[in-house]
């Protein structure tokens, strides 16, 4: 597609309850980014996909995150038993290539309300 | 690890002054790169800088990269409304975001 797409791009959910956030990248990016930002700060590196090499899992803050991609198309983050702290904007972002080599072409994010 | 600090975190000019936003970074960096956020929208990447020392122009837009490679400046000429938004720098190959600078500009 033109751009990077999320969805959804507003979820509010039960404390407890489990959500799938959706990334599908631009077509030909390699690279594929989860970001997490809490209103009014900056972004939080959550997880970093490159082709079919392992992912950098570094950034989860807990066993509660997980994120997969299958080959070089869609991502999807899971959140089991949400918290409070987990409400933010979660941002998907992609690349042609590699972390650094190119600047990351971000989608407009899924907003996780968790009441 | 790593952090990256931006300084201001906010700043309010009236239109027509100049900005700068300012970047450091504990350790060397292999490469900066910039972003801009307009308000309730999504980062959106300005430029990417590599060479020590290197200095980039966009229009009003001046980016440079510290000859040590542990800092960056984002100066802005004569803003206008448009320029409102939150400035991100991002450091190295991880991309280590900083907290942004917020620009408000008074008409």
């Known amino acids: 597609g033109a751009g990077v797409s999320q969805s959804p791009s507003n979820k509010v959910t039960e404390k407890g309850k489990d959500v799938e956030l959706r990334c599908d990248p631009i077509?030909?990016?390699?690279?594929l980014y989860w970001y997490r930002q809490r209103l009014g700060q900056g972004l939080e590196f959550l997880i970093y996909?490159?082709?079919?090499?392992?992912?950098?899992k570094s950034g989860l803050p807990s066993d509660r995150f997980s994120a997969e991609r299958t080959g070089e198309s869609v991502s999807t983050l899971t959140i089991q038993r949400t918290q409070q702290e987990d409400s933010a904007v979660y941002l998907c972002?992609?690349?042609?290539?590699?972390?650094?080599?190119?600047?990351?072409?971000f989608g407009s994010g899924t907003r996780l309300t968790v009441v | 690890g790593q952090q990256v600090m931006q300084i201001p975190q906010y700043q309010h000019v009236q239109e027509g002054e100049d900005f700068t936003t300012y970047c450091n970074s504990s350790?060397?960096?292999?490469?900066i790169q910039w972003y801009k956020q307009r308000p309730g929208g999504h980062p959106v990447f300005l430029i990417q800088?590599?060479?020590?020392?290197e200095v980039k122009k966009q229009k009003r837009l001046t980016f440079q990269f510290g000859e040590a490679k542990k800092n960056s400046s984002l100066h802005i000429t004569a803003t206008q409304t448009t320029d409102v938004g939150t400035y991100f720098c991002?450091?190295?190959?991880?991309?280590?975001f900083g907290a942004g600078t917020i620009l408000r500009v008074k008409s």
């Open positions: 972002a992609s690349s042609p290539r590699g972390q650094g080599d190119y600047g990351y072409t």
């Open positions: 077509s030909g990016h390699t690279a």
């Open positions: 800088l590599v060479k020590s020392g």
């Open positions: 350790t060397t960096l292999s490469n």
């Open positions: 996909f490159q082709g079919n090499s392992a992912p950098d």
């Open positions: 991002a450091g190295n190959r991880k991309l280590v």
